[in-house]
């Protein structure tokens, strides 16, 4: 059936999803009117058949969701995924537990880490940088940082070493999905090959240190995330088997002498993430796996903004909004 214009397009399968999700993007970059209705809400029914010109309206300063189109919306107020779920392509199956987690080869509304990207600038209004540890078609590890916060670095703008992260990972060898916030030390002694990775004065590892105090705001998150919320602490070397957890929650004094004990030629870090099983994720939707990786992120958050030079600010909705 052809609309108005004689162009054949119908919001309806495999097309609808990537013509939906290519106009948001389209709107998060600038190109479209930043209307955040495109954020926040949820088709209210699959069975969506709207024609293409009955979607947009045409302003001044480009194209917006149609009053039609609202109709098919609501508006999601509860923090969850800031996209239509009929835009969503991710399936449980990407992630891979003997291989890692599939990023190649599939279509951008497909693809994890755009779609956490996507939703994190939406959050919190700001651009984020994406690293990764992996090569091909599956990546181990995928790791999202601000913008904000490297720049802000005198001396490491240029890298991403320096900075606090979310992260997502498969490890493979455990079989378990993990996903959290990162703070890396880095190399204390480096050589001619090595220095890139070398630790600098202006890095998040010593703001981070500075705060593993007994009765500090530090102590109190990492509180509430083992004890309350059933997190993980992984903390020193990345080879060392020591892991922390509610039945065994460490003092900070010990913490510190943990991260002080890393050998100076190898990489250290810390760690404080949630796992997923692999039944678990089989069970889960895509939409539901997303969903859970950002309200980990969401907790972990205000740990992180302890380490950080700039903060995460999660979005303030106005009326303008919906």
Not at 253 to 261: E, K, N, P, T
Not at 285 to 294: H, Q, V, Y
Request: overall charge positive.
């Amino acid at each position: 059936m052809k609309n108005k214009d004689g162009v054949i397009l119908t919001l309806s399968g495999a097309k609808r999803k990537n013509l939906l999700f290519s106009c948001i993007l389209d709107n998060i970059r600038g190109r479209l009117q930043p209307a955040s209705a495109h954020l926040g809400c949820w088709l209210q029914t699959a069975n969506c058949k709207l024609p293409f010109s009955s979607c947009w309206s045409k302003t001044k300063r480009g194209r917006t969701l149609s009053a039609d189109m609202r109709r098919e919306l609501r508006v999601n107020t509860d923090g969850s995924f800031p996209l239509p779920a009929l835009a969503l392509g991710f399936r449980p199956e990407f992630l891979d537990f003997k291989r890692g987690i599939r990023v190649g080869n599939l279509e951008d509304n497909e693809r994890i880490t755009r779609l956490l990207k996507l939703a994190l600038e939406a959050r919190y209004g700001e651009a984020f940088v994406t690293e990764r540890w992996g090569r091909g078609v599956h990546w181990r590890w995928i790791g999202y940082l601000t913008r904000s916060n490297r720049a802000a670095k005198p001396l490491s703008s240029k890298v991403s070493f320096g900075c606090a992260k979310l992260f997502l990972e498969m490890d493979t060898s455990e079989r378990l999905f993990k996903c959290g916030m990162q703070v890396e030390r880095g190399l204390l002694k480096t050589n001619a090959d090595t220095r890139a990775m070398q630790l600098r004065e202006d890095w998040d590892w010593h703001r981070l240190v500075a705060g593993l105090r007994t009765g500090g705001a530090l102590e109190k998150q990492l509180r509430r995330l083992l004890l309350r919320e059933g997190f993980r602490l992984h903390a020193g070397a990345w080879d060392t088997s020591i892991e922390y957890s509610k039945s065994i929650f460490p003092g900070m004094a010990q913490l510190r002498r943990a991260l002080a004990a890393a050998p100076a030629t190898g990489w250290a870090g810390f760690v404080v993430y949630y796992t997923m099983t692999e039944d678990e994720v089989r069970a889960s939707s895509g939409l539901d796996l997303l969903e859970s990786i950002l309200a980990v992120f969401a907790e972990v958050s205000p740990l992180m903004n302890l380490c950080t030079q700039t903060r995460l600010k999660e979005r303030v909705s106005t009326p303008n909004d919906s």
